[in-house]
C-alpha cells in the first residue's frame, strides 16, 4: 500500500504562513512529521472544545433570563446637574 502524501508550501508573503514555516524551521528534521501530525490534531482538538463550550453558554444563555435596568428618561423641564453643581459652586 502506497503511502498518502502532503506537500506543504508556504506563501511567504502571508504573515500566518512565514510563521507556520518558521516554527516548522525550528523544528529538527526528524521530529517535523511528528510536529505537523500534533499540530493539526491540536487544531482539531481547539475547535471541537470551542463548538462544546459555545453550545453549553448558549444552552444556559436560553435558561436564564437576563434583565437590565432600563434608566427612566428625565422630565423635559428638568435642571442638568452641570448647572447644580455650578450653582453650588458660587
Known sequence: ????????????????????WALLQQ???????????????????TNRLEKSIRKVVREELQAVNITSAVPSPLPKNAIPDSALDFLNSL
Open 1 to 20: 500500500m502506497k503511502r498518502p502524501q502532503y506537500v506543504f508550501r508556504p506563501n511567504l508573503n502571508e504573515p500566518q504562513h512565514r510563521r507556520a
Open 27 to 45: 523544528m529538527p528534521p526528524a521530529k517535523r512529521k511528528e510536529f505537523l501530525v500534533q499540530s493539526i490534531l491540536a487544531a482539531e482538538q
